[in-house]
């Protein structure tokens, strides 16, 4: 498996780039066609990280949240965040309240974090 990062914009105008050729590293079989990059492959920096954090803790936000040190509303905002931008769903509010009744956030951090969503949509 290689670790280096696959580019995901042209570095000369800043479009996104397409995979046009896949082949198999043993038998050297070759797939060619116009493919676009999943979400996962195109998140870089602190997107990359979070994302390999989430996996790294099986979805568990507290673990993730203790990796980072911060709140468990920030890393739960931090994780919304990054799967809107890969195109996933927005929070129900209904999730949000039921984090609330738990006690994994206050009053406050529900009232921000539905503002915030409603922003967003609205926007």
């Known amino acids: ?6 580019p995901t914009a042209c570095p000369s105008c800043g479009e996104g780039l397409l ?3 896949l082949e198999c590293p043993k038998c ?8 676009k990059l999943c979400p996962v492959c195109t998140l870089t920096g602190e997107s990359r990280v979070l994302f390999d ?5 099986r ?3 507290k673990a993730v949240q203790r990796k980072l040190g911060v709140s468990y509303p920030t890393v739960r ?4 965040d990054l799967f809107r ?10 999730e949000i309240l039921d984090d609330l009744h738990h ?8 009232v921000d974090i539905l503002r915030g969503s409603s922003t967003e949509e609205e926007g």
């Open 85 to 94: 931008g890969m195109g996933g769903f927005e929070r129900h509010p209904l």
């Open 19 to 21: 995979v046009i050729r």
């Open 28 to 35: 050297g079989t070759q797939v060619a066609g116009k493919y």
């Open 77 to 80: 905002a931090r994780i919304d």
């Open 53 to 57: 954090l989430f996996l790294e803790a």
């Open 103 to 110: 006690g994994e956030i206050s009053v406050e951090e529900a």
């Open 1 to 6: 498996m290689c670790n280096t990062p696959t």
């Open 59 to 61: 979805g568990n936000l």
